[in-house]
Every structure is written in C-alpha cells, then in structure tokens.
C-alpha cells in the first residue's frame, strides 16, 4: 500500500495526490492518513507545492464524496432496502441498519457530514445518507468541502512538521497499515459468518 502510494505522487506529482485522495474516498481502505502526510513530507522537501497538493487532495476527496452521494441519491431508499435485504448479509447491514441511519442523518445531517470528513472508513459512508435523503448538493459539497479541507490541512501540515524524521516513520508505517487492513478483513469474515449463523438458526 505504502509503495503504491508513494509510486504514484512521485510519478504525478499533486496530480497524483488528487487521484489516492479520490479512490481513498471510493476505496475506504486506502488511508488518507498516510497519503496527505507524505505529501506534506514531499512538499517540505521542495518536490510538491504545499497550494498544489492541499488543492488537489481535497478536490479528489470530494469528488470521491460526491460519488457515493450520487449512489445513493440515485438508488434511493425503497431500492436500497431492497438490495440490503437481499445481499446485505454480505455488507453485514440489515434494513433496520438503513433506517436507524437515515434516521439519525436527518436529525444529525450538517454536523454528520462536516465531522464524517474526518473520521476514517466514516468519510466515505456519510455521503450514502445524505444523497439518500436528498441533502441539497450545494449544501452537501459545503460541509464536505470544509471537513475535508480542515483535515488535510492537518494530515499535510504534520507531514510537512516532522520531515527529517519520516525516513523512520516510512518504516513502520506500511507494516502497521497492513495489519490495519487485516485486522478489517478478519472483522468483515467474523461479521459476516455470525450473520449467516443468525439466519440459519432463526
């Protein structure tokens, strides 16, 4: 993940910040946390513009938000419960999962989708709600656009602050990150095996 990622922003440049930034939100297991610091680390080496990178990062986060928000603007609830009854054993979702979450999206949508920015795995799946229960795009793109900007300053800004010593950092961060994302697939299997004995047994 680490080498992908490093690949890529040294071979694109902000360009290349812009498109992890867009399939980190298409691809929640991508982390912007290792993404936007090692730009910030790039930036304050002199090979990346700080203006560039902040731009594009956040331009690719909120493109990626802006997808999940036309899924679930497009699909709409009555399909969605229907598809989640059908295959949600496999999302680890029951439609009762779907409507305490629209619920709780409408009473909580503008703080809902300005804090989701920041919280991983989170910044992708508020955007199915708020297009689900049709939020007004301008206002979606708002909050989306001013968490987003506000936690990439911060992902850049401690990249950019701890330079000389993200050699080290580099060197375990990819180990920690793969256990990250075993440590999710494991979840998934243990989540998706009690539910299939749930069903077998009621």
């Known amino acids: ?22 399939l980190e ?21 002199g090979e990346l513009s700080l203006v560039a990178i902040f731009i594009m990062g956040t331009l690719g986060s909120v493109l990626g938000a802006w997808l999940w928000y036309e899924v679930g603007r ?19 979702l029951s439609q009762e999962d779907v409507t305490r979450s629209i619920e709780w999206f409408h009473r909580h949508d503008k703080g809902a989708t300005f804090f989701g920015r920041m919280i991983p795995g989170v910044r992708t799946l508020i955007s199915v ?10 206002r979606f793109l708002l909050y989306t656009t001013a968490g987003s900007a506000i936690w990439n300053v911060a992902l850049i800004a401690a990249g950019y602050i701890l330079e000389s010593q993200y050699e080290r950092v580099q060197a375990w961060l990819n180990p920690v990150t793969n256990v990250i994302l075993g440590a999710i697939a494991v979840a998934y299997v243990y989540r998706v095996v009690r539910q299939l004995m749930r069903r077998r047994h009621a």
């Open 129 to 138: 709600p708020a297009g689900l229960t049709e939020m007004e795009m301008w």
């Open 25 to 45: 939100n298409v691809f929640p297991p991508i982390p912007s946390e290792l993404v936007m610091p090692l730009a910030g680390f790039s930036a304050a080496q």
């Open 74 to 92: 497009r699909l709409g609830r009555d399909r969605l419960q229907r598809f989640i009854g059908r295959y949600g054993i496999w999302l680890t």
């Open 1 to 22: 993940m680490f080498d992908f990622i490093t690949n890529l922003i040294n071979t694109m440049g902000a360009l290349g910040v812009g498109i992890v930034m867009f």
